[in-house]
C-alpha cells in the first residue's frame, strides 16, 4: 500500500502570499489531520477532515483553512503568509474507530517564508 | 483539548543506559498514543494505550498508562544508537477528533 504523500516537499514563499498545500492519505482512509510542526511549538493540531467535513479545528487563525475532497485528498491553505508561518506542516491519515486510531504521516511540507 | 506534559525536553545518555520518558495530564485521559520522530524524518506510530493500569512492551520499550489515566510512560532499557529521536506523547482530545501532542522528549545516543 502506498503511504501518505504530499506536494509539494519544499516551498518558499514571501509574505503577504498565500500557499496551498495538497496530501494524498493512505487508500481507505477517510479521516486526515493536518499538523504545524516548528522547533519552539512542536506538533500543533490544525484540522481533522473526514468524509469532507471538518470535524475539529485547532487554535490557529482564520488564515488557515483547509477541505477534503470526495477521494479522501486534503488540502490546506494559509493566505496572508507571516514570518512565523514558516514551519513544517504534516498531514497524516488514520481509520476511525470510535476515536482516531493509529495516524500515518506523510513526510511533510517544509515552507519557508521570507 | 488534552494537554500533556512531557518530561525531560532533553536526555543525552551513553548507549547501553536505560531511559525513560514522562507524560503528565492535568485530566482524565481517554486514550494515548506514542510516537517517535528520528531526525528530519516524520513522526511513527509506536503503539495506544486505552485501559487503566496498561503495560505494553515492544522488545527493548516498555509502555504504561496510569491507573488514574493521568500519566503515561515510555521506558527503553539498554538504548541503542538507533533510538535516537523525538518521542512525543498523544492523547485524543474529548471530541475524539483530534490528538494533542506533548512537546516531545529528544533522546540522544552516544555509543
Known amino acids: 500500500k502506498a503511504g501518505v504523500t504530499q506536494t509539494p516537499r519544499y516551498l518558499i514563499k514571501t509574505r503577504g502570499q498565500q500557499v496551498t498545500l495538497s496530501c494524498s492519505p493512505i487508500?481507505?482512509?477517510?479521516?486526515v489531520s493536518w499538523y504545524q510542526q516548528t522547533p519552539g511549538q512542536g506538533l500543533q493540531f490544525l484540522f481533522e477532515y473526514f468524509s469532507e467535513t471538518q470535524r475539529n479545528k485547532g487554535n490557529f487563525p482564520g488564515r488557515f483553512s483547509g477541505r477534503q475532497f470526495s477521494n479522501s485528498r486534503s488540502e490546506m491553505n494559509v493566505s496572508t503568509l507571516e514570518l512565523g508561518d514558516s514551519a513544517l506542516y504534516l498531514c497524516?491519515?488514520?481509520?476511525?474507530?470510535?476515536?482516531?486510531?493509529?495516524?500515518?504521516f506523510g513526510p511533510g511540507t517544509r515552507l519557508t517564508v521570507t | 483539548g488534552q494537554q500533556v506534559m512531557q518530561i525531560p525536553q532533553y536526555q543525552h545518555v551513553q548507549e547501553g543506559e536505560d531511559f525513560t520518558t514522562y507524560c503528565n495530564s492535568s485530566?482524565?485521559?481517554?486514550?494515548i498514543q506514542w510516537y517517535k520522530q528520528r531526525p528530519g524524518g516524520h513522526p511513527v506510530f509506536l503503539i495506544q494505550?486505552?485501559?487503566?493500569?496498561e503495560v505494553k512492551k515492544q522488545k527493548r520499550l516498555t509502555f504504561q498508562f496510569g491507573e488514574a489515566k493521568k500519566n503515561s510512560s515510555l521506558h527503553i532499557t539498554a538504548t541503542q544508537t538507533t533510538d535516537v529521536g523525538t518521542y512525543f506523547c498523544a492523547p485524543n482530545s474529548n471530541s475524539g477528533y483530534a490528538l494533542n501532542f506533548g512537546k516531545g522528549t529528544s533522546l540522544l545516543v552516544t555509543p
Open positions: 485530566t482524565t485521559l481517554s486514550n
Open positions: 494505550l486505552v485501559k487503566s493500569g
Open positions: 497524516a491519515s488514520s481509520l476511525w474507530r470510535e476515536g482516531l486510531g493509529e495516524q500515518y
Open positions: 487508500s481507505g482512509h477517510r479521516s
